[in-house]
């Protein structure tokens, strides 16, 4: 019986059919159902964890592949940066029990800083890398890279994309597997990846990669659809399906569903029997690089972007010379950029640093959100944890002429991710650096998940909670402050106090976020007409409860938490509850 499924709950499907024992990741959109499904499989069959930062899940993931079991970690394509170093070893090493590691990367960044093509990480660590086109091949696939990995002793990429992962399709499920729990056997020079030992592993390495390659050559993965046509397209994953559409059966198809390593013999007698041979694949010309090394001549990147993703309707141009008609409003649309909800605790933070004209180093969140105008507050924003250690060399740069006006900011989750070391610099090489800590218990931006500041695991059972305030003391920092950022007084005249030491600071700013279920918010503000003076200084906080109305401020009853930001911004009392 099939079932429809995102194609991120079809490679957890395919975890519990391959007897997968442990998962670990941290969320990544477009990454983070994959972990939240499989966590609703039976724990004592299928473990599930959200690990602090994608290293240390990537690291678990191979220790219990040492260990024997078969294990799992998810991210999307920043987060394989910050795995680089475990996987690149990793791949060395091999594996005991299969390991597989599932990387979303995010053409047309809908939800990232950029937009990055993982396949270049398969090249580089030499490790398999295969690419569904749908949900079933999501599951599908999941269930062969195991078989992969444990054939040819390697850990293998999953590599999917934010319309595979997200989109949904017709799934059939599968029995699970009972995949028991392998011998560990005590094997320095397999595991201890000293030189000695690593200098003979490159060698297997190179040997695996040839014999990977000849089994691409065969590989069910990888599909010819011979339709008799004079055009013929090697594609993989979505633009697979984006050509069918295009093209139908006016054209035959060379699917890759491995992208590493690639084969040879295949390509050359696929484009063998085509006047014309197209490679349409995002992002970067990874394939129609390969083709032309090997000697076939392909139409790539000449006729399509390096950018962005791909459609339908721009293949069926580039191809066909069509173009399909569009209904044109009469009207422009709208622009509805994100913006912070109504009631965001980091809403009040934002506002006091752009009244104090501070410099405001910022971080990946649904908080960099605050570099929007009307808040307009954040100077930068680079990667995970960057906030931290681009304020102290902010500073440094500047030769401490800016302590005084520069701050950082970070959320709960992503200090907790690489934001500690960051501050542990600032305390070990003193710059009298501000950090403003957004502690909204909870890793929002990719839609509540646990994390080791919150006291709460995967399965919201109690666990450990990082004490924030003691960590902070712990690694040398002793200026430290808690504030309510609903609170603009006092917001405002701590983040003056910490700005004016001479000393690194810390500031939490601690509120829970305004959509979690167990937040109890006040009735809705209202505008007393009689008294408003048309001002418009409530509307400096970019709330998206406040709107103009046809004579003065009004309050959306559907979107007001009762917050009371707003209310504070009223010198003449109008905003009441």
Request: aromatic share 6%; charged share 20%.
């Amino acid at each position: 019986m099939s079932k429809l499924m995102l194609g991120n709950q079809a490679v957890a499907r395919g975890l519990f059919e391959a007897g997968v024992s442990v998962v670990s990741s941290y969320p990544g959109t477009p990454s983070t159902e994959i972990t939240e499904f499989a966590s609703k499989y039976p724990a004592d069959k299928l473990y599930c964890e959200w690990a602090p930062n994608e290293k240390v899940a990537c690291e678990t993931a191979i220790g219990a592949s040492i260990a024997g079991a078969r294990s799992f970690c998810a991210m999307k394509h920043v987060g394989l940066n910050v795995a680089a170093d475990p996987i690149f070893t990793a791949s060395y090493t091999g594996v005991n029990g299969g390991m597989v590691l599932a990387v979303a990367d995010d053409p047309g960044m809908h939800s990232s800083q950029n937009e990055q093509d993982s396949r270049h990480y398969a090249i580089g660590a030499k490790l398999p890398c295969i690419e569904p086109s749908d949900s079933q091949e999501c599951k599908d696939f999941t269930i062969a890279a195991y078989e992969i990995s444990e054939k040819f002793d390697t850990p293998v990429i999953l590599r999917l994309t934010t319309r595979v992962s997200h989109s949904q399709s017709a799934v059939t499920e599968g029995e699970p597997q009972e995949a028991a729990l392998k011998e560990y056997t005590k094997d320095i020079a397999k595991y201890v990846m000293v030189p000695a030992n690593a200098k003979k592993k490159h060698v297997v390495v190179e040997a695996r990669t040839a014999a990977l390659t000849e089994y691409a050559e065969t590989s069910p993965l990888n599909v010819v659809e011979d339709n008799g046509a004079k055009v013929g397209i090697i594609t993989s994953g979505i633009c697979y399906q984006y050509a069918k559409e295009a093209l139908g059966d006016g054209a035959n198809y060379l699917k890759l569903g491995m992208v590493n390593p690639l084969p040879i013999k295949l390509i050359k007698d696929f484009a063998a029997k085509c006047e014309t041979v197209y490679v349409i694949e995002e992002l970067d010309d990874v394939i129609e690089t390969h083709c032309r090394k090997i000697g076939v001549e392909v139409v790539g990147k000449e006729k399509f972007t390096l950018q962005g993703e791909y459609f339908q309707s721009l293949i069926k141009k580039v191809i066909l010379g069509e173009s399909d008609s569009y209904k044109e409003f009469s009207e422009p649309v709208p622009v509805r950029p994100p913006v912070l909800c109504a009631g965001c605790p980091h809403r009040g933070v934002f506002y006091i640093l752009n009244k104090l004209k501070v410099t405001v180093s910022g971080d990946i969140g649904c908080y960099t959100l605050g570099s929007a105008a009307p808040l307009s507050a954040i100077d930068t924003t680079v990667c995970m944890g960057a906030s931290v250690s681009g304020l102290h060399g902010f500073n440094k740069g500047r030769r401490g002429e800016s302590e005084d006006k520069a701050v950082a900011v970070i959320g709960d989750s992503t200090f907790i991710h690489s934001g500690v070391t960051g501050l542990i610099n600032i305390a070990y090489n003193r710059s009298n650096s501000t950090v403003i800590i957004l502690d909204n218990s909870i890793t929002g931006m990719t839609g509540h998940q646990n994390n080791p500041a919150n006291g709460l695991n995967i399965y919201n059972d109690p666990a450990a909670a990082v004490d924030l305030e003691a960590l902070a003391k712990a690694v040398g920092i002793n200026s430290v402050r808690v504030i309510d950022p609903n609170d603009l007084a006092e917001t405002e005249a701590v983040i003056k106090e910490e700005l004016a030491k001479a000393e690194p600071s810390v500031i939490i700013a601690r509120r829970p976020c305004a959509l979690l279920k167990t937040v109890k918010h006040k009735p809705p503000f209202r505008i007393n007409a009689d008294k408003c003076k048309n001002c418009k200084s409530c509307m400096r906080i970019g709330c998206p409860a406040l709107c103009w109305g046809e004579k003065n401020v009004t309050i959306d009853p559907t979107l007001c938490v009762g917050c009371g930001l707003c209310s504070q911004m009223c010198k003449f009392d109008a905003i009441e509850e």
